[in-house]
């Protein structure tokens, strides 16, 4: 397990199962209350997640809804409402500048807080509504794993870019994938936890992975941020949206790249605690 | 205006009036969704809510809890989850300790995200259900202020001390209040507030404030973090929880704070940004 996923496991056990109004608590995409009210947050920090000399502050506003927002969209949820905690460096005068880089979703910022800080926080929470939502864990032997657009293209572009979280594509494969999540930290990563989640294995053969204009294979495996999602279908279902299939999901516990000869390879993506 | 009050109306301009399920954006105590959804956000950062010298890890994750409750408690509703985004400085182990102070309050942890970050970083989200959501801005000339219990405790105990949040009392007190807010940052500062978005001014009788053991008239006005409530209730109307009268709000656009000799006094409480 990733030094972060076994943070969040000690996280988990401190603070106890899920209780009350609570149907879905650490460990996934989001929070899922009794009601379908999704929940999601998602904390950037300057010098960790991004630099204000390389990305402007309406980019890095950008930035933060586009992660929450793919966390919603991973579960099939569809958002209503953003808030946003800023910490905010003596001399940083562009706070409505990340704000207005949020609004520009179309998802209403609709609350917030202020401090002071030592480098520019920017920590947003997604609230939204899911029908049926989509967990990591539901995901069987023989499924297959689809992804919903080209990876890499962050690892090409330095991860400065501007992405759509998939909140259609999410909202869509809801009715028929049987785990979803979003490629938050690279494929190589995060089609490990949803496996671990599903109590399955993987393979999934690189060759097949789609690639951004100019990602090598290992950009596209490894690289983070890209938003797209990753689902589990059904083997024979048929996906209301453009997919590319990649593998799929094994008995077998082992997680598995393979390369185009059909030999394992040992790639990973983001750990933020590695 | 206070700075951090400047800042906060920047945003809004910066990201537009709520919209879609939004029925209660920025500039109240949480926002509040059209199916009875509160939801507040709330951060505290070291060096500047905390030292982590004088407050164990685990205080700090109930006092950011607190802060989130407390906004709760001020919209009338009735708390379901909280999520967590943790900043965390190397070599700071007790991420977990935080999560547990935090789901001291009984209200289930159901999910967050985790970074690095030069220093600890707690942001908070709770999420909760009103059936009647009391906004800073109901209040009318002649409405009675109260507040639920003693101020200034934090004061005299060097803002280290533990508060809990008054969830109980706001929901009882949404039945008749006009007006609420949470005291976090000083009764002085946060009337004014409450009369600022409800078109009034108002008058508190210093001599009247019910005062923690030691704390002076000052620190009973002025002093932030005691998360008591302050309401304003239509004159007559019966209290349903214990509370004292504090003063009244006025037709006349100012916000005098009177001592016992009737002589208003310039005082104000914390402005993160001043």
Redesign the interface.
């Known amino acids: 397990m990733l030094p972060?996923d076994a943070?969040?496991s000690?996280?988990a056990?401190?603070?106890?199962p899920?209780?009350?109004?609570?149907v879905?608590?650490?460990g996934?995409d989001?929070?899922v209350?009794d009601?379908g009210?999704v929940?999601?947050?998602?904390?950037?920090?300057e010098?960790?997640?991004f630099d204000l000399a390389r990305m402007t502050a309406r980019d890095v506003g950008h930035r933060a809804g586009t992660a929450n927002l793919s966390d919603l969209a991973a579960m099939g949820a569809r958002p209503?409402?953003l808030?946003?905690?800023?910490?905010?460096p003596a001399g940083f005068e562009d706070?409505?500048?990340v704000?207005?880089g949020?609004?520009e979703h179309g998802?209403?910022?609709?609350?917030?807080?202020?401090?002071?800080?030592?480098?520019l926080?920017v920590?947003v929470?997604a609230?939204g509504r899911a029908e049926r939502p989509v967990r990591r864990s539901g995901g069987r032997p023989g499924d297959v794993l689809v992804v919903t657009g080209p990876l890499g293209g962050q690892a090409v572009a330095g991860y400065t870019g501007r992405v759509a979280p998939r909140t259609e594509e999410g909202c869509a494969l809801a009715a028929v994938a049987t785990a979803m999540i979003d490629l938050s930290d690279g494929l190589a990563t995060d089609v490990a936890r949803l496996a671990r989640a599903s109590g399955t294995g993987a393979v999934v053969e690189l060759e097949r992975l789609p690639r951004a204009p100019g990602a090598t294979v290992d950009q596209a495996a490894a690289g983070g941020e890209d938003y797209e999602l990753l689902a589990a279908l059904p083997r024979g279902s048929e996906a209301p949206v453009p997919v590319t299939a990649v593998g799929r999901l094994t008995a077998e516990p082992d997680v598995l790249l393979l390369d185009a000869a059909g030999a394992p390879r040992a790639l990973r993506g983001w750990d933020?605690?590695g």
């Open positions: 972060e943070l969040v000690a996280i056990r401190a603070v106890g899920p209780s009350g109004g609570v879905l608590g650490i996934d989001a929070a209350l009601d009210t929940a999601s947050t998602d904390v950037l920090v010098g960790v997640h209503v409402a808030l946003a905690a800023f910490g905010i706070a409505a500048e704000a207005a949020m609004s998802v209403p910022v609709a609350g917030g807080d202020l401090s002071r800080a030592p480098v926080v920590a929470t609230i933020h605690f």
